[in-house]
């Protein structure tokens, strides 16, 4: 089966890279030539590809998200999060990886991240592969 599921303990608002595990389960699913989704079943995160290298990048990321997506006080949700499911909706709750030879087809500056907007929580999220 080419399903993996992974745990996450979000401690902070921000952009965690998972990166790493993505690689390993294309990796040990054997599949040389096709796809990894990456899902996250979450209404206030999300998962996005973005720039590895810098970690300002991911910093101005977050400051942006907040800056367009504040908390407001017309908001009328309960659980006072509309914010966090405004910029979960915006960044979007999966990515799609091919992969060729048997690894991910990243960019040079690429990475893939989990998004939390609605901190602390137990997270979890999805890698399915898909071999052409």
Known sequence: MNLFEYT???SRQGFYNITGQVREA?????????????????????????????PDVARDLQVGL???????PEFLHGEGNSHAHLKASAVGSSATVIIDGGKLLLGTWQGIFFCEFDPPRGRKYYVKIIGS
């Open 8 to 10: 996450l303990d979000t």
């Open 26 to 54: 294309a990796a040990s699913s054997g599949v040389a030539d096709g796809f990894a989704v990456v899902y996250c079943p979450h209404t206030t995160a999300g998962i996005t590809i973005n720039e590895n290298a810098d």
């Open 66 to 72: 907040d800056k367009a997506f504040p908390r407001r």
